[in-house]
Every structure is written in structure tokens, then in C-alpha cells.
């Protein structure tokens, strides 16, 4: 079943620049679905589409829809979207810096009953040990992997169905990195949340994904099951960094793979 | 010495009132940015809107007072709606001008409803002064400084522990990010004018039963500006710190130009020199943020 479905989605900023050309994905319930792409392909607003945080940089949704469990979310503001059940980690992690650990927790429970506080904290706490030893620490203070850590933390305290994660691996250094995938199939295993992951580390992504989606230019170019996807030589080429040998290309430039796929599928 | 333990206390009575203000100014600016022209006049109408259930509608005074509260709340929230709310999205400088078109209507209304006759407030706490380390202090300036203190204690709290106060903190911070929360962010503004408006309206009754009141009083806003620079535009500590150190320094600085140099008058500039030497020494006030460039 699919926890969430994109349709046809055109979204245009400042009312004149099309940024997503008709971009239609779908996120399986209880998987994790890898969003990949170069920077400015648009996945970043893909998120704030589905999460209608778009509104606040003057973006908007000129064509199709955006379905959870088949109920259309797209037009809603942010904070019905969160009611509804979606909650996206921001590029960047936005936690605020000048509240401490505990109250940005507190934050991310803004939309749920009071009764679940406590509960919800020391669940997050569960996981994330450093974070209760900091925790009337002010968020500003913390390393960007703990910074990561509570940002997540804090979408946990939501307890939404998807949880759209923008490039949780950003600026970290390589051994957090790996923590940080550990942690997300961990909440994805544990939890049964569905979660939307963009990535520019296309390999972590894809390790821990079930599907994959690659994007270019405001389009899906590619889409498949993540293990197939890392064995795919244009796939490893273009986005995982293996050399064939041959100068630098753009997917579009070999648009022979998806009639390739066709055949295969 | 009496003579200034006297300033002083009378200083530090109307500082309270102007912190009450400064408190109203920094929590719209904290959570909108936008800095607001109309403070006083929110004051104004508070102070008219006790003075007319009290001495025109004859209501008990306390009645009167939770009254001007919940109309405080309503006026706040109309203001948001009808004036602020269509900026979203303007340049600051529009949104600036516009407040300080509400600072005239507002002021005009009260003109014409009321004239621009003093008004006094009857008589609601004895006469009897306490002594105070010697210095007699009227019931009334006690009064004043203990609501004003209790009216802070509350706000502190609300801002530290209550959930809606956290997540006002949050969009102050980022409202974006706020917004990714499922904070509305719209009924935070609107929250933030319904603050202003009620802390104002309680400075404003105060200064009613202390001194009357007249058309003139919105220009208490003006006094707001030194209190607030003073403690850092967004800062609630530096508002309430600001707010009493403007009141003891023109209280004191008046009463000694009087007293030395014969010099009257002295209080209304007395406030903006002050400042300007402290900005001098610490150009975001005591307690406000510096502006960090980050890439
Ligand atoms: N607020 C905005 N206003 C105008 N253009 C934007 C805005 N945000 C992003 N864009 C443009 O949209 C395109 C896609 O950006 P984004 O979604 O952030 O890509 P990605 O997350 O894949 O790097 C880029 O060309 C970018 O310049
Ligand atoms: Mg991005």
C-alpha cells in the first residue's frame, strides 16, 4: 500500500519560475524511499511541497495533487499537514539554537496531546542517550551530528506516519554519517514509519532504501528497487562515483536505460 | 537625600509601567519583527476603555478592569487581523508606516469619543501612605509596582514553561522551522498583538489611577523606545530592566536639574541622553542579540 502518492506535481516560484515539471512519486507504507538527485534538482522542494512549507518561500503548487492514504494534502497549511501526519526534517536541521535540547523537543510536539509528553521524550532519550545527558543544554551548543540527532529527535515527537528527511547526512563527517543511516532504518524498523529520504549520498541511501527514486531537473528520470539500482551501471557511474572510464555525463544523456528498463520490467 | 530616595521610588513606579510597555513592544518584535509605533496608543485606549465602564458605565472598578482585559485581547487580535495581516510579506518599512497610521487612528478615536479633557479615575485604594525607609509612598505606586512585577512573573513563566510560550520562542527564532512544527504561525502573531495589548492596557489603568489620563498619553510609546534600545530590542529581561532604569534616570535627573541648576523640564530629554551615552558603551543594549553574520 502507498502511505503516499505524488501526482503530476508542477510547483513554481515567485509565480514565474517552474521548478518541478510534472514530478510524480510514490512512498510505500513502512519502507524507506530514497529521493536522489544533484543539487538543485528540485528535491528540496519536492519536500516543502508535500509538507507545505512552500507557501513561506513564495513557491506553490500550480498543478496535481498530493495524496496521504489517498486523502489529498496539497493547499493545506503546514500545520494541518503535521496534524495529518506528515513532518519534514529540514535541510540544514533548523534546530533553534538559542531553546535548549528539551524545548525544541517540546516543539516537535507542538500538534500532540499533552499526555504524550513525557512518554514521547523519553522515548526520543531512548535513542538517543546524548541528547538526554544535554538536555537542558541550548541547541546551539551541540556538534552538527547531535544537532542532527535532536532534529530528528524532534519530527519523533510528532509521531508522524511519513517523515520526509532532507539530506540528514549533510556537513557530517564520515563516521557520523554511517550513525545517522543506522539510526534512520532503526526508526524505520522499529517505529514502522514510512520514511521519504533525500540524499546526496546516494549509496548510504540506497543501502537502507527499498526503493529509489533519481531526479534531474524538476523530473523523475529514473526510479527502481534500491538494490537493483545500486547494481545499475549508469546509476553507478552518475551517482555512486564508480569510474567506467568516459568523460562526465548527465542521465538525460542516456535516456537508452529507461527503455532498457522497460524491456526488463 | 530624602528629596531622591522620593525620585527614585517615583522613578522606579513609573519604570515599572514603562517595562509593562517595553514588554508589550518586545514581544511583537521578538515574534513579528515588526516594531510597532502604536505602543502607547494601545496603552491610551486601555486607560479610556477602564475609564469609561468605571465613571461612565459605573461599574465596580475590578469588574471594569477584567473587562478592559478581554476587550484588550479583542482589540489586539483585530489589529493583527485587519491591520498587520495583509502586510505579510511587505517590506518592513511598509509594515513600520503602517503602524504608525494605527498610532493616529487609534489616537484620533479617543478624541473623538472622549475630547482631550484630563480625566480622572475615581478613587479605588486609600489615601493613607505607607512609609517606605522613611518616605511616605502612596498605596496607589505600590500597587502599581507590585502588578507590574506580578504581571512579569507571569509572562517569564509563560514564556519559560507553557507550551504556546516555547513554541512563541521557537517562531521568533525561525519561523520556518517553527512552521515545519505544525506551529501556526499566523496565531502566534496574532497571540503576540494580544499580549502587547493587554500589558499595555494594564500600564495604561495604572497610570489612569495614578495621574488621570488625556489624549496625550500615547506618547508614553516614545518613552518605550530608550527603555527597549536600552535592553535589547528583543530581550524581555532587557525590557523590564530598560523600563526602570529610564524611569529612576528621569526621575532623578529632573529632580537634580531642578534641584542644582534650576533647569526644569528636564525629563523628557533626560531619557535619550542616557541612551545615547549606553549605546555608545554597548551598541545592542544589555541583554539584546547581536547580529551574527552566518553563512
Ligand atoms: N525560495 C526559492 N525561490 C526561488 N527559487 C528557488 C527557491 N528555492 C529553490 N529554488 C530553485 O529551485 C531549484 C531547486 O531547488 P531545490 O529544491 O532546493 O533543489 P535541491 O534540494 O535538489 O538541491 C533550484 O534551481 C533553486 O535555485
Ligand atoms: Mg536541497
Given amino acids: 500500500m502507498d502511505m503516499l502518492r505524488v501526482e503530476n506535481l508542477e510547483v513554481v516560484y515567485n509565480e514565474v519560475v517552474l521548478v518541478l515539471k510534472g514530478l510524480s512519486l510514490t512512498a510505500a507504507a513502512g519502507q524507506i524511499t530514497a529521493l536522489l538527485g544533484a543539487n538543485g534538482a528540485g528535491k528540496s522542494t519536492t519536500l516543502k511541497a508535500i509538507s507545505g512549507l512552500l507557501a513561506g518561500e513564495n513557491g506553490k503548487i500550480t498543478e496535481g495533487a498530493v495524496l496521504l492514504e489517498d486523502r489529498p494534502v496539497h493547499g493545506l497549511p503546514p500545520d494541518k499537514i503535521v496534524r495529518s501526519g506528515i513532518f519534514q526534517v529540514m535541510e540544514g536541521r533548523r534546530v533553534f539554537e538559542d531553546l535548549t535540547v528539551e524545548e525544541n523537543l517540546r516543539c516537535g510536539a507542538f500538534t500532540r496531546p499533552r499526555a504524550e509528553l513525557v512518554p514521547s521524550l523519553e522515548r526520543v532519550y531512548d535513542y538517543f542517550p546524548r541528547l538526554a545527558e544535554r538536555r537542558k543544554q541550548l541547541a546551539g551548543f551541540m556538534s552538527g551530528g547531535e544537532q542532527q540527532m535532536l532534529a530528528i529527535g524532534r519530527a519523533m515527537m510528532a509521531r508522524p506516519k511519513l517523515l520526509l528527511l532532507d539530506e540528514p547526512s549533510l556537513g557530517l563527517a564520515p563516521l557520523l554519517v554511517e550513525d545517522i543511516f543506522t539510526i534512520i532504518k532503526r526508526l524505520n524498523a522499529n517505529e514502522g514509519v514510512t520514511i521519504l529520504l533525500v540524499e546526496q549520498n546516494a549509496r548510504a541511501a540506497l543501502n537502507i532504501a527499498s526503493h529509489g527514486y533519481i531526479m534531474e531537473n524538476g523530473r523523475i528520470v529514473l526510479e527502481g528497487e534500491a538494490q537493483a539500482m545500486l547494481q545499475n551501471p549508469d546509476v553507478q557511474e552518475f551517482y555512486l562515483g564508480m569510474s567506467h572510464g568516459g568523460e562526465k555525463k548527465r542521465y538525460r544523456d542516456v535516456k537508452h536505460y529507461r527503455r532498457r528498463k522497460r524491456w526488463l520490467g | ?295
Fill in chain 2, 1 to 295: 537625600m530624602e528629596y531622591y530616595l522620593q525620585l527614585v521610588i517615583n522613578g522606579l513606579v513609573v519604570g515599572s509601567i514603562y517595562a509593562l510597555v517595553a514588554l508589550g513592544f518586545v514581544v511583537i518584535y521578538k515574534a513579528t519583527k515588526v516594531v510597532n509605533f502604536a505602543q502607547g496608543e494601545l496603552v491610551m485606549v486601555g486607560a479610556y476603555a477602564c475609564f469609561s465602564l468605571t465613571v461612565e458605565m459605573q461599574l465596580p472598578f475590578l469588574l471594569s478592569f477584567l473587562m478592559t482585559l478581554g476587550f484588550s485581547v479583542v482589540l489586539g487580535l483585530a489589529i493583527e487581523r485587519l491591520v498587520l495581516r495583509p502586510m505579510i510579506g511587505e517590506p518592513i518599512i511598509s509594515v513600520v508606516m503602517v503602524t504608525i497610521g494605527l498610532s493616529s487612528i487609534l489616537k484620533s478615536l479617543v478624541q473623538m469619543f472622549w475630547g482631550t479633557q484630563i480625566q480622572v479615575y475615581p478613587q479605588v485604594l486609600p489615601q493613607e501612605p505607607y512609609f517606605v525607609m522613611g518616605v511616605p509612598v502612596a498605596p496607589v505606586y505600590i500597587a502599581a509596582f507590585v502588578l507590574s512585577a506580578l504581571l512579569f512573573a507571569i509572562f517569564s513563566v509563560f514564556f519559560k514553561y507553557s507550551r504556546l510560550g516555547v513554541a512563541m520562542r521557537a517562531t521568533a527564532l525561525d519561523q520556518c522551522a517553527a512552521a515545519s512544527m505544525g506551529i501556526g504561525i499566523k496565531s502566534i502573531f496574532a497571540l503576540s498583538w494580544c499580549i502587547a495589548a493587554v500589558v499595555s492596557s494594564v500600564g495604561g489603568v495604572i497610570l489612569g489611577n495614578i495621574n488621570g489620563i488625556n489624549a496625550q498619553l500615547g506618547h508614553l510609546g516614545l518613552k518605550v523606545f530608550p527603555a527597549v534600545i536600552l535592553g535589547g530590542l528583543d530581550s524581555l529581561l532587557g525590557a523590564a530592566l530598560g523600563g526602570i532604569v529610564i524611569g529612576v534616570l528621569e526621575n532623578v535627573c529632573d529632580g537634580a536639574a531642578k534641584q542644582l541648576l534650576g533647569l526644569g523640564g528636564f525629563k523628557e530629554v533626560a531619557a535619550f541622553i542616557v541612551l545615547v551615552i549606553i549605546l555608545m558603551v554597548k551598541p545592542y543594549g544589555f541583554f539584546g542579540t547581536k547580529q551574527i553574520e552566518r553563512v
